[in-house]
């Protein structure tokens, strides 16, 4: 029979990544080029113009679209139908398992926060981490949604192996951090290049703030993009001086 393959990364609780995969029954997804359709009229309203452009923008499928092609009959109407569909029954599946951190891998990137909220009460201290740890490293612009990030993190920090690895440990009461840009966000790391190196692609000014925050005020460690990354609150970030790059 042939399935539908998932492939993706988790975290063991020792913080090691391990390589998972998971598949699917041919019956929930399968996708044809060759399949002319309307697109179904229950998605329609996620036809979007954004920036000149038209995309198609659902939390399960998220493309380039030409307006005004959705009454007719198109291979990508037919695309999109069996993916929004497919991915549904896969999820349905998933949840009726409990396995809640698959279906995160099957959302797309903008609307993952969204389906973590969702889920994220009804899971063990160590899925709650391992959910957090995936959708933060994966977001594009988690400073967007500032307070929501906060309340995540602050929630059930008891229980959060970052915090109780071996870097955090080793660390001084008062770490030295590093952030490209403004002060404004949560994301600092222990590594000064890194922070000219985000200067650098996306500060104009290229400024790197170089602050201090207590030990016990971060709220969460990663380098599982080997940025050594903190996590903190700008509330409780100290900034002592900003350096402007040549």
Not at 97 to 122: C, M, N, Q, T, W
Not at 124 to 138: L, P
């Amino acid at each position: 029979m042939i399935s539908y393959a998932l492939f993706f990364l988790t975290q063991n609780q020792g913080g090691k990544q391990n390589a998972s995969l998971i598949t699917f029954p041919n019956q929930y997804l399968e996708l044809n080029m060759n399949t002319l359709e309307k697109l179904n009229p229950e998605l329609i309203g996620y036809i979007e113009e954004c920036h000149f452009m038209t995309f198609f923008r659902h939390p399960l499928c998220v493309m380039p679209y030409s307006k005004g092609t959705e009454d007719k009959e198109l291979a990508v109407n037919g695309m999109i139908n069996t993916l929004v569909s497919g991915r549904t029954k896969i999820i349905m599946d998933l949840e009726s398992k409990g396995d809640y951190a698959s279906i995160l891998h099957l959302v797309e990137r903008p609307f993952r926060l969204e389906y973590a909220i969702k889920y994220l009460h009804l899971v063990s201290d160590f899925e709650y981490w391992d959910i957090v740890d995936y959708v933060w490293t994966d977001s594009e612009n988690p400073s967007v949604n500032l307070d929501l990030w906060e309340r995540i993190f602050s929630n059930r920090k008891y229980s959060n192996p970052s915090l109780k690895s071996k870097t955090v440990n080793t660390l001084p009461k008062e770490v030295t951090i590093y952030r490209g840009g403004n002060h404004k966000g949560l994301s600092w790391t222990l590594d000064k290049s890194q922070a000219e190196w985000f200067a650098k692609r996306f500060d104009s000014n290229q400024t790197v703030m170089i602050a201090t925050v207590n030990k016990a005020d971060i709220l969460h460690y990663t380098d599982s993009r080997g940025e050594q990354e903190i996590v903190a609150s700008p509330s409780r970030v100290n900034v002592l001086f900003e350096e402007q790059l040549a």
